[in-house]
């Protein structure tokens, strides 16, 4: 089933159950009212939001309404906590290293950075505002994953029946700020200013065949001002599944249900073992990736980072075509 949050004037917004192909939505009120209370009981609250979500698709719902993107807030709008990890290794190899290096052969994706507080998770038509372009704002295009009540100490096909709702999110990336933390071993906080996610959350069944081995394998697509600067596999670009991603998160302590883990930057690059640079992606996920190739290829970036007026735009479609859990599209004021 897909679902979705409508704004409502409060913090924790109105849980909508939204049809497959995103064209109508019903309130889920009388099952609940927050996605929050879904995770809390999900299994006595979604099999009930499944009967309402099979209605609606069959047309047989009876209050249907045209579902409207732009009244969303990211689907879960206040959560326990976020996770942020870097499972591709293309992104790691390209970024991470200083600038201008070849990439290291065996450069291995990261499983968890570090964790940080959930304020700044924002609806799919948010304007990214309040930061300087000195700061060198890029996007983050990835795929997260919110979590049920996950027991400390889980094998990774635990952590993976654990993994309740997927969904796209953009972590907005301070890049001159995150070079200093870098430099001191700091963590992140301070150079992810925010994030935003797409209009509907979907359960992973809800991917059919696109949904295996912990990974959605499907194509997500980013534009910068209506140009296509990306078109990632999700599933071949993530070194880790999502399932080993819970239970890294769960090593030492339980996660409360509503716990949200990112992919980090999803990418296309096959590093080489016997190497020491790999084959440089057709696609980016990020400015940042942009940048560094550019420098291995011709000794210096030429791309720059966001500016105000720019709009970036994420989605996923599936083989048939229906784009999947709705577009992330957002302007830097």
């Known amino acids: 089933m897909k679902l979705a949050t409508y704004q409502d ?31 809390d009981d999900w299994n006595f609250i979604s099999p009930q939001l499944q009967d309402l979500y099979e209605a609606l698709n069959m047309g047989k719902a009876r209050h249907p309404f045209a579902f409207e993107p732009e009244r969303c807030m990211a689907p879960l709008p206040r959560a326990h906590q976020w996770l942020g990890a870097q499972a591709c290794a293309s992104h790691v190899a390209l970024v991470y290293p200083a600038p201008g290096k070849a990439l290291p052969g065996g450069r291995r994706a990261v499983a ?14 948010a304007r990214i505002a309040g930061l300087d372009p000195a700061q060198d704002i890029d996007f983050e295009a990835g795929i997260a994953a919110i979590t049920g009540d996950v027991p400390a100490g889980v094998a ?3 952590g993976l029946e654990a993994v309740r709702l997927l969904m796209l999110v953009n972590s907005v990336h301070l890049r001159a700020v995150q070079a200093r933390e870098l430099e001191r071993g700091f963590g992140f906080a301070q150079s992810q200013p925010c994030r935003t996610f797409s209009p509907v959350a979907a359960t992973p069944d809800e991917l059919g065949e696109a949904w295996r081995d912990g990974r959605v394998h499907l194509g997500l697509q980013t534009s910068w001002n209506g140009r ?13 599944h999502f399932g080993q991603l819970v239970a890294q998160a769960a090593k030492a302590r339980a996660l409360h249900a509503g716990c949200v883990i990112g992919s980090g930057a999803l990418g296309n690059l096959a590093l080489e073992a016997s190497g020491d640079r790999g084959d440089l992606p057709k696609g980016f996920a990020s400015i940042a990736e942009k940048r560094a190739v550019e420098i291995l290829q011709e000794g210096a970036a030429s791309t720059g ?20 859990f709705g577009a992330i599209e957002q302007t830097l004021a």
């Open 112 to 125: 968890l950075m570090a964790p940080d507080g959930a304020s700044g998770f924002a609806g799919p038509r």
């Open 156 to 158: 990774a096909e635990q």
């Open 9 to 39: 004037g409060s913090r924790d917004g109105q849980l909508v159950v939204v049809a497959r192909d995103l064209q109508t939505a019903h309130y889920a009120t009388g099952i609940a009212s927050r996605l929050q209370q879904v995770l």
């Open 228 to 240: 296509k600067v990306g078109l990632c596999d999700a599933g071949s670009g993530m070194q880790l």
């Open 305 to 324: 980072f966001l500016q105000p007026g720019d709009v970036v735009r994420m989605e996923m479609k599936g083989r048939d075509g229906v784009s999947v």
